[in-house]
């Protein structure tokens, strides 16, 4: 069975820094891509960051590329989130997410491609 779990949600000033973890377990990495998605209450759940886990490649989304770094470590199956600069629009729940690929090079951005969730953290930044 497959758990995405997430954690390092809360609340921080607007310039502020926070880092979320998402821990795997039940998954072969190495056929997966792992996203991060957030979601404001009543608008739709938004791409953010994705990394292929097998060759590290990386995407973001336009409006926090230069401020977010996801990153994962093998040894601690664990993807992390590294979220600087934070602005109050950045405020949401995370959702960590894993989608299957079928090369190192491939990552995903749309919901509808993903296979399992993380329960979500809120993320709260104060102007």
């Known amino acids: 069975q497959v758990h995405l779990v997430e954690s390092g949600g809360g609340l921080v000033q607007a310039g502020g820094s926070l880092r979320l973890s998402c821990a795997t377990s039940?998954?072969?990495?190495?056929?997966?891509?792992m996203g991060w998605f957030r979601q404001v209450s009543g608008k739709e759940r938004e791409f953010v960051a994705v990394i292929n886990w097998s060759s590290g490649y990386t995407y973001y989304a336009a409006s926090v590329k230069g401020r977010f770094t996801i990153s994962r470590d093998n040894a601690k199956n664990t993807v992390y989130l590294q979220m600087n600069s934070l602005k109050p629009e950045d405020t949401a729940v995370y959702y960590c997410?894993?989608?299957?690929?079928?090369?190192?090079?491939?990552?995903?951005?749309?919901?509808?491609?993903?296979?399992?969730w993380g329960q979500g953290t809120q993320v709260t930044v104060s102007s």
């Open positions: 997410s894993a989608a299957p690929v079928h090369s190192r090079w491939a990552v995903y951005t749309s919901d509808t491609e993903v296979e399992y």
């Open positions: 039940g998954l072969t990495e190495s056929d997966y891509a």
